[in-house]
């Protein structure tokens, strides 16, 4: 099993940055595919990033150049570094772990309880 406890949202003004953390605990956190989704109200999960255990990357095409997603095997935690934020950025923000990193929410195996991100106009 494994436990994924995700922090750093909050409320930031659109052209601002937000840095979330993942943190990772039970089965070895270096050989799972860890991915980060969003949703908005009313609308569906929908993939923002995600990182394989070989560390390469994969992001949603409105996120890529403003988002970083990176992992930190010793502390066995993913970050996703978002810059430049848009009020379309505003979401329930989750990270999911697996067997491997896709961009399809239903292959994960294991989910935080979500951190909130707005972003004012």
């Known amino acids: 099993q494994v436990q994924l406890v995700e922090s750093g949202g909050g409320l930031v003004q659109a052209g601002g940055s937000l840095r979330l953390s993942c943190a990772a605990s039970?089965?070895?956190?270096?050989?799972?595919?860890m991915g980060w989704f969003r949703q908005a109200p009313g609308k569906e999960r929908e993939f923002v990033a995600r990182?394989?255990?070989?560390?390469?990357?994969d992001y949603e095409d409105s996120v890529k150049g403003r988002f970083t997603i990176a992992r930190d095997n010793a502390r066995n935690t993913v970050y996703l570094q978002m810059n430049s934020l848009k009020p379309e950025d505003t979401g329930v923000y989750y990270c999911?772990?697996?067997?491997?990193?896709?961009?399809?929410?239903?292959?994960?195996?294991?989910w935080g309880q979500g951190t909130q991100v707005t972003v004012s106009s």
């Open positions: 990182i394989h255990w070989n560390r390469v990357t």
């Open positions: 039970g089965q070895s956190f270096s050989t799972l595919g």
């Open positions: 999911g772990g697996g067997r491997f990193a896709s961009r399809v929410a239903e292959d994960y195996d294991y």
